[in-house]
């Protein structure tokens, strides 16, 4: 059965600081990871989706990797803004899309 | 263009009551997923439909639940008989098609039994 694990629970760094969270998943026969992003009281907002055969995805100040034998996968946030104050989840997909989450990172970035 | 809408926002109920719930996805997505958020946990996967059809129901915890999406594209989420157990945010996600898409997810809605 696959469990999805993501370290820290919870993290405050000050403005500027670069972010490394990690995740990290029991069963490599997955499809694909996305990252999402969680404000409070909001539903998900996919940040980054990583192929099963890709090694990283880039976006903005945003790059994540994904080590599928392994089973890991690091999210880097450059430059770190109070505006990136959230809960991050990652989650692995089979190939019907079923989305299996870990239980997130809450994420606090100080001015 | 829209997103993925869910309605009601937020929903009270007392236990033992049947509650229905909406969701609309993107215009054209052909696979929609329901999901269950307790609170402090990611989401857990409920059902998918590809189409009209259920094609994975196994993350519905009982009976007491169901799912239908008889044109394809809306959904509603039942439950039947509710119990003080069943209160999360219910989530909905739809993609372009199964698999390798990316999932927008709509706010959720909050369930409360009372």
């Known amino acids: 059965k696959q469990e999805v694990t993501q370290i820290p629970a919870a993290l405050s760094v000050p403005e500027g600081e670069n972010l490394v969270l990690n995740c990290s998943f029991t069963?490599?026969?997955?499809?694909?990871l996305q990252w999402f992003r969680q404000d409070p009281g909001k539903g998900l907002t996919s940040l980054l989706l990583?192929?099963?055969?890709?090694r990283e995805q880039t976006s903005g100040r945003l790059n994540a990797s994904l080590d599928k034998s392994s089973g890991r996968s690091t999210l880097y946030i450059a430059a770190s803004q109070p505006g990136d104050s959230a809960t991050y989840l990652c989650a692995v997909s089979d190939s019907w899309g079923k989305l299996q989450f870990g239980a997130g990172t809450q994420v606090v970035v100080t001015p | 263009g829209a997103g993925v809408s869910q309605t009601p926002s937020n929903k009270v109920t007392e236990k033992g009551k049947y509650v229905e719930l909406r969701c609309d996805p993107i215009s054209g997505h052909t696979a929609l997923y329901w999901y269950r958020q307790s609170l402090g946990q990611g989401p857990e996967f409920l059902i998918y439909?590809?189409?009209?059809?259920?094609?994975?129901d196994s993350g519905l915890p009982n009976d007491r639940f169901f799912a239908v999406r008889p044109e394809g594209s809306v959904s509603t989420l039942k439950i039947q008989r509710t119990e003080r157990g069943d209160s999360a945010v219910y989530l909905c996600?739809?993609?372009?098609?199964?698999?390798?898409?990316?999932?927008?997810f709509g706010p959720g809605t909050r369930l409360t039994v009372l």
């Open positions: 069963d490599s026969a997955i499809y694909n």
């Open positions: 990583i192929q099963s055969s890709q």
């Open positions: 996600a739809s993609s372009l098609s199964q698999g390798s898409d990316t999932q927008y």
């Open positions: 439909f590809q189409g009209t059809g259920a094609a994975d």
